[in-house]
């Protein structure tokens, strides 16, 4: 596995070009084949045969390339599984001699600090299962154990998996979206790349849609602020390219094509920007295989267009995107033709440019990325030269730097990780070496990731409203339902919090009043004031979190946990504006944002 961005490319099944990459490698004494085998397990089956194509028919030499490069997958896979036969042979006396010195402090049930097991996974899912996390605070996790259809949900309250309704055909290479309505589309993926299914967590049930204009596999999808889905790219069946765009109206549950992006991306780093707009970056190049991008685009809801930026500092694909608090973005790791990378960049919105950052500390591909509450970003698992990785990092905007944590439990690679409301990262399933792997490679264990947010001395104050005008980004007041408050309709707010050092946790008042949706929001209790970078500059974004009394929008009073973000740019007129954000998570869930209209916001480090 000395090149990632091919072994990726095995893992999650892509183009053909990467058998002819793997036949020059997989002899050699250095390759390390397990995550391979579990790809051609999933791809052939248990034991794949040389001159037999992906579909199990024999090749006829003077076929097309895209045949003989299939044949070349199939006799890639059979001289892999011969290699790991033979590697077990060879290293067994080896491992049974040192499992015990080695390995026996973990058998005695020690644990990574920072890292915690919760409940498994009914089903192992492997590189390509997909999550999505609900309006309530749980988790979706669907895909991954093609040809099968199962679902299940992840509660954070009781730490469990359990299983949901089956979607309505097997998908693999599939791609999901939490809307706002609540429900989950779930899109394209083979066998059926060009039909999709709603997900409505309050039955547990799929249900068909509308269909894409194209059929998709291995393609994009991003919710827009707009509360449209916007999918784009993949390829059809044969691994033919696409660089089409189509935006899924939940309202109307019709998906209607939009503007083409510039290139044919595969593995893109893919975010939405604070702005509404998107960033896709790199990739590899679906016209040149073996090819990997260094250039950039950005999708504007606003004209349907897509426009190049600025070209990333070198070519990666199979890299992580993430939003960071001060608007920028972090592209971190991925792989280029050659080698996993551990260098990582910045994206700057205001200037289309992107600039390197600290490397991380150790090359990796096919891992999860998240922001903390506190804005920093976890990088966790992934895949390298030396295999699946247990080892994790976080990058602080502040610094520009990353700094090693403690290891996961289970080395792990295609993982899908979720911020949980709690705070803590939900990492589950994913391909891996370790026992406890299913015939496929895959793995059932799930951990919690739990980041000690530190409170910030300091104090935060303001009062105002928000507004929905239909021209702000974002215009958003969100009820249960997910329908956007009327034009005119507004929220009022008003807040004092502070921390001082030595304090148990913040004190203080915050008061909220959704007048449209009939919404009362009242902190009982803080448990967090956290200070730092926003996109307005050092400490000018605020987190507060506590206990609230909540009435509406459906149902009587209920205490609910709260989360309230803030930003202090100056002014209401002040660009940037300032900006409040208010969640609740529970019963009757609710999530209002928006500029600040009329009034401030103050925000005061110590």
């Known amino acids: 596995m000395a090149d990632s961005l091919l072994v990726d490319r095995i893992a999650r099944q892509r183009g053909p070009s990467l058998a002819a990459w793997a036949n020059?490698?997989?002899g050699s004494a250095s390759a390390r084949p397990p995550p391979l085998v579990g790809w051609c397990r999933r791809r052939f089956g248990r034991s794949a045969r040389a001159g037999r194509s992906p579909l199990g028919?024999?090749?006829?030499?003077?076929?097309?390339?895209?045949?003989?490069?299939?044949?070349?997958e199939a006799t890639l896979c059979a001289r892999a599984q011969g290699m790991e036969t033979l590697m077990r042979r060879k290293m067994l006396i080896l491992t049974s001699s040192l499992i015990f010195f080695l390995f026996?402090?973990?058998?005695?049930?020690?644990?990574?600090?920072?890292?915690?097991?919760?409940?498994?996974?009914?089903?192992?899912?492997?590189?390509?299962?997909i999550t999505a996390k609900l309006l309530d605070g749980r988790v979706l996790y669907a895909g991954g154990d093609f040809p099968g259809r199962s679902a299940e949900v992840y509660d954070p309250t009781i730490g469990t998996f359990t299983l949901t309704g089956n979607m309505t055909t097997p998908r693999n290479n599939v791609n999901i979206t939490a809307l706002l309505t609540g429900k989950v589309l779930v899109s394209g993926g083979y066998p059926n790349t060009s039909s999709a299914e709603l997900y409505d967590p309050a039955t547990g049930t799929f249900s068909p849609t509308g269909s894409m204009s194209e059929g998709r596999r291995n393609h994009e999808a991003i919710l827009l602020q707009n509360g449209k889905a916007l999918v784009f790219g993949g390829s059809e069946c044969c691994y033919i390219p696409r660089n089409s765009a189509e935006l899924y109206d939940p309202l109307t549950q019709v998906f209607t094509r939009t503007g083409n992006l510039?290139?044919?991306?595969?593995?893109?780093?893919?975010?939405?920007?604070?702005?509404?707009?998107?960033?896709v970056a790199g990739g590899s190049d679906q016209i040149a295989p073996g090819t990997v991008l260094s250039s950039a685009e950005v999708y504007d809801p606003a004209t349907g267009l897509w426009s190049l930026v600025g070209s990333m500092t070198m070519p990666r694909g199979v890299a992580s995107a993430t939003l960071l608090t001060n608007g920028k973005v972090l592209v971190a790791g991925g792989s280029s033709a050659t080698q996993v990378l551990a260098t990582a960049e910045l994206f700057d919105p205001s200037t289309g440019t992107f600039?390197?950052?600290?490397?991380?500390?150790?090359?990796?591909?096919?891992?999860?990325?998240?922001?903390?509450?506190?804005?920093?970003v976890l990088v966790a698992g992934g895949i390298n030269a030396s295999g699946y990785l247990a080892s994790a990092e976080v990058y602080d905007p502040s610094t520009g730097t990353f700094s090693p944590v403690s290891s996961m439990i289970t080395a792990r690679g295609g993982i899908g990780a979720v911020l949980l409301n709690n705070g803590r990262v939900l990492y589950a399933g994913g391909g891996s070496n370790e026992p406890n792997i299913d015939s496929r490679g895959d793995?059932?264990?799930?951990?919690?990731?739990?980041?000690?947010?530190?409170?910030?001395?300091?104090?935060?104050?303001g009062g105002g409203y928000i507004q929905p005008d239909g021209t702000m980004t974002p215009a958003t007041l969100l009820i249960q339902s997910g329908v956007n408050a009327s034009v005119g309709d507004k929220a009022t707010f008003g807040f004092g919090v502070q921390f001082a050092a030595g304090d148990t946790n913040p004190t203080g008042n915050l008061q909220y009043n959704d007048h449209a949706g009939n919404v009362t929001i009242t902190a009982v209790s803080f448990t967090l004031l956290n200070i730092g970078a926003g996109v307005c500059g050092p400490n000018t974004h605020a987190k507060i979190q506590g206990s609230a009394a909540v009435t509406g929008p459906s149902g009587g009073p209920s205490t609910q946990d709260f989360e309230a973000e803030v930003d202090d740019c100056g002014s209401p007129s002040s660009t940037p504006p300032d900006t409040f954000k208010i969640t609740t998570t529970g019963p009757t869930s609710y999530m209002a944002m928006g500029p600040v209209v009329g009034g401030n916001i103050t925000i005061r480090k110590q």
């Open 24 to 26: 020059g490698r997989i």
């Open 57 to 72: 028919k024999s090749v006829p030499p003077d076929r097309d390339e895209r045949q003989r490069n299939g044949n070349r």
């Open 104 to 129: 026996a402090p973990l058998a005695l049930g020690t644990c990574a600090a920072n890292w915690t097991a919760t409940g498994s996974l009914n089903i192992a899912r492997g590189e390509l299962h």
């Open 262 to 279: 510039n290139a044919f991306r595969e593995n893109p780093a893919v975010e939405l920007l604070s702005s509404g707009k998107v960033l």
């Open 355 to 376: 600039t390197a950052t600290g490397s991380m500390s150790t090359p990796r591909t096919l891992h999860a990325a998240v922001r903390l509450q506190d804005g920093r």
């Open 443 to 461: 793995t059932r264990l799930a951990e919690l990731f739990t980041a000690e947010v530190a409170n910030t001395p300091g104090k935060v104050t």
